[in-house]
T-cell receptor
Framework: DGGITQSPKYLFRKEGQNVTLSCEQNLNHDAMYWYRQDPGQGLRLIYYSQIVNDFQKGDIAEGYSVSREKKESFPLTVTSAQKNPTAFYLC???????????????FGSGTRLTVV | DQQVKQNSPSLSVQEGRISILNCDYTNSMFDYFLWYKKYPAEGPTFLISISSIKDKNEDGRFTVFLNKSAKHLSLHIVPSQPGDSAVYFCAASRLSGYALNFGKGTSLLVTP
């Protein structure tokens, strides 16, 4: 059964610590994305990757880092430099190029990160 | 700088009636427009899309209308059902090499 898996569902982090959110897909999609959702803010793009070993910053990349060493995996690290990390994080994947715009993205079920 | 705007944070509609969700955009380079539905603590699910060369696309109870001159699109749900109660996001994209831009969402409540 193809899909996109985010883990963990809930994550607690102490201030000053880095934390990595996992995102794995078995849809054979080339492109992957990370979005952040805050109340009243909609979905804001953090990073995206159209192909392995390449990624681009989105609108709110500061304080985040990513890697794309495998087609199936696109982990997001929330660093201590991110001033307001508490949010709901969503990972998505799509066919690369025009496919993502035409048929949309497949989203994971999200990770809620809380800084304590 | 918000390129996709949903100016109504919430909408309440009676079951069986039409729900109309609106979306405006500022970037004339957008080629595709999409609507997503989202339940709390879940990822959004794709509903329907429309190309900039069309003005209407239908899929069952869902119809999206695009007015390029006004940079405006709308999602019509007919008839509305209680299970349609969710947050609806409008999104837009250029064709290749770009990520989706999302609006802030409109929370739809369909009452029995």
């Amino acid at each position: 059964d193809g899909g996109i898996t985010q883990s963990p569902k809930y994550l607690f982090r102490k201030e000053g610590q880095n934390v990595t959110l996992s995102c794995e897909q078995n849809l054979n999609h080339d492109a992957m994305y990370w979005y952040r959702q805050d109340p009243g803010q909609g979905l804001r793009l953090i990073y995206y990757s159209q192909i392995v070993n390449d990624f681009q910053k989105g609108d709110i990349a500061e304080g985040y880092s990513v890697s794309r060493e495998k087609k199936e995996s696109f982990p997001l690290t929330v660093t201590s430099a991110q001033k307001n990390p508490t949010a709901f994080y969503l990972c998505a994947s799509s066919i690369a190029g025009t496919g993502g715009a035409v048929s949309g993205y497949t989203f994971g079920s999200g990770t809620r990160l809380t800084v304590v | 700088d918000q390129q996709v705007k949903q100016n109504s944070p919430s909408l309440s509609v009676q079951e069986g009636r039409i729900s109309i969700l609106n979306c405006d955009y500022t970037n004339s380079m957008f080629d595709y427009f999409l609507w997503y539905k989202k339940y709390p603590a879940e990822g959004p699910t794709f509903l329907i899309s429309i190309s900039s060369i069309k003005d209407k696309n239908e899929d069952g109870r869902f119809t999206v209308f695009l007015n390029k001159s006004a940079k405006h699109l709308s999602l019509h749900i007919v008839p509305s059902q209680p299970g349609d109660s969710a947050v609806y996001f409008c999104a837009a994209s250029r064709l290749s090499g770009y990520a989706l831009n999302f609006g802030k969402g409109t929370s739809l409540l369909v009452t029995p």
